[in-house]
């Protein structure tokens, strides 16, 4: 029986698994996926990923005086380059991943302002039209493969829907933590006051974690979510004059204090791939739920 099984392992790794680039063999039970393992340290880089996408996206559109319109431009085109060769990627690499994070980042700063200030869609328009769309997404997601967990990416299919929610969600959040700071035409919350507001939100998600029965599916996106807007109040809070309650610090400065801080995250505590189920029968057992 130890003889076959051998067999009959080495059989599925040349002639089956061999055939699906996107998922790395670890042991017959286990295989991982091209996303991090979501941990505390993901996190941490997703919320600096987040406040220097709204640092690097002010240093092109305002600094540089580029305007809304050439900085998306810019951005949606790194963000397609990159994630094009993030999904064509036959195994996990932490730094594109989180390259193409930073990309959707700075696209989805820039996009967000085009659209609520140069197009006059405004902070509320904006944010009820990005989420609309971030719905939209999740649910033709779920419809389509039945599942929107992060240890289900398991086709390109599946990872052109994670991308385009990711997308999403970092346009949404820019939009949404500008609507909550804005003293003219948003809450007035300022950018300490939003980054608390946010802070707390992904708090009680945390808690919801560890003490509550939500599906985990749920509460990864809803902190994934909550964590953009976060870094976008920081990131303002970082470069926006002192007349609109900012430390007017270097959008450069800010930007490259960032980036470092992000790279020496990743050299200092490498980051391993998410598992997820070896077999097609593990990826849809009834009531199985990912991890957050």
């Known amino acids: 029986m130890g003889r076959m099984r051998h067999c009959l392992l080495g059989f599925c790794r040349r002639h089956i698994l061999t055939s699906v680039p996107y998922l790395m063999i670890e042991n017959d039970k286990l295989q991982y996926n091209k996303v991090p393992e979501v941990t505390l340290l993901f996190w941490l880089l997703k919320i600096l990923a987040t406040t220097l ?6 240093a092109v559109t305002m600094s540089m005086n580029l305007g809304y319109l ?3 431009a ?6 397609v380059l990159a994630v094009t060769a993030q999904i064509r990627a036959t195994r996990f690499h932490p730094y594109l991943f989180w390259f193409v994070i930073v990309a959707t980042t700075t696209a989805g700063t820039t996009l967000a302002d085009f659209f609520d200030r140069s197009l006059g869609i405004g902070y509320v328009g904006g944010t009820s039209i990005l989420f609309a769309l971030l719905l939209a997404c999740l649910g033709l997601w779920y419809w389509s493969l039945g599942s929107v967990s992060v240890n289900r990416l398991t086709s390109r299919k599946a990872e052109v829907f994670y991308w385009a929610t990711v997308m999403f969600s970092q346009t949404l959040g820019t939009a949404a933590g500008d609507w909550v700071a804005d003293p003219k035409t948003g809450l007035g919350l300022g950018y300490e006051g939003g980054a608390i507001v946010f802070a707390i939100g992904l708090a009680i998600v945390a808690a919801a974690y560890y003490w509550t029965s939500i599906s985990h599916t749920f509460l ?35 930007s490259a204090v960032l980036a470092v801080l992000i790279l020496v995250g990743l050299l200092v505590f490498p980051q391993r791939a998410e598992r997820i189920p070896a077999t097609e029968a593990d990826l849809h057992t009834p009531g199985e739920d990912g991890p957050a």
């Open 220 to 254: 990864f996106w809803a902190a994934f979510i909550l964590s953009r807007p976060l870094g976008a109040t920081v990131g303002d809070l970082l470069d926006k004059p002192h007349a609109s309650g900012g430390l007017e610090l270097s959008r450069y400065t800010a």
């Open 74 to 79: 810019i951005f949606a085109t790194i963000f």
């Open 70 to 72: 050439v900085g998306t």
């Open 53 to 58: 996408g709204e640092t690097a996206g002010d």
